[in-house]
């Protein structure tokens, strides 16, 4: 979050009469539909079919992840993008789950998974894996008006529909879940003393030089981050 108490304090006039920086963000749409129903949503011929009633429907700003869940064996996941275009999928994987995020999202999850950083003004969605079996699979980025579809062909008795970190539900073997890009965007106020990429430098470490504590263990360089102890001197490596 931009905002802690003192900065709303601090810049309430220029929230009030408007004037900090607005930018709107994409929000993900994701429909949960019962095993048996017709693959991607389309028919044999390749067009629209009816689809039954979705299981679960919901929006999320960051990301949408299928979770293996316990027992925590692997559970297998056929991922396709843009199915009524390429009449195919794009791969099966076998892994502990999959994350779909927005660019407001791939600062979160998806980048402890080793996904790409996306900035924000993007209009585009990634993909990562979550512990694949084959390190073949890597992270992609792609356009946010493609559809993404995630067919469970293998679950487990826990795996779990999670968005932005709230459980949502269980899903099964033989389920589909529809990801794609909401209508409505959602508008951000942004913070006037805040710039986006100092602050993912500052919490990533770009550039930092490393440093030692007097215990001498390897930390941040000085103000780049916390020490290993209150008020612990370290000097630069």
Known sequence: AEFEVPDV??????IACGSCRRT??????????PAGAPRWGLDEAGGAAAMPE??????AMN????????????????????????RSSAATMGSDGIIVATPSGSTAYNLSAGGPIVSPGLDA?????????SIAFRPIVFSA?????????????????????????ALGEGQQVHIRKHERMLELIHNPSLNYWRLVSRKMHWAA???????????PA??????????AAYSEV
């Open 9 to 14: 304090e601090r810049h309430w006039e220029q």
């Open 24 to 33: 709107r963000r994409m929000m993900l749409e994701a429909k949960v539909y």
């Open 54 to 59: 979705p299981t679960f429907s919901e929006l």
């Open 63 to 86: 990301d949408v992840v299928v979770k293996d869940g316990p027992p925590f064996r692997m559970i297998e996941i056929e991922l396709a993008i843009e199915p009524d275009v390429y």
């Open 125 to 133: 969605l990634s993909v990562a894996a979550l512990a694949p079996h």
């Open 145 to 169: 008006s493609c559809d993404v579809w995630l067919t469970l062909n293998r679950a487990n008795a826990g795996t779990s529909l999670v968005l932005d970190g709230q459980e949502s539900g």
């Open 209 to 219: 030089r490393p440093g030692r504590c007097a215990a001498g263990c390897l930390t």
């Open 222 to 231: 000085r103000g780049a981050g916390r020490s290993c102890g209150p008020g």
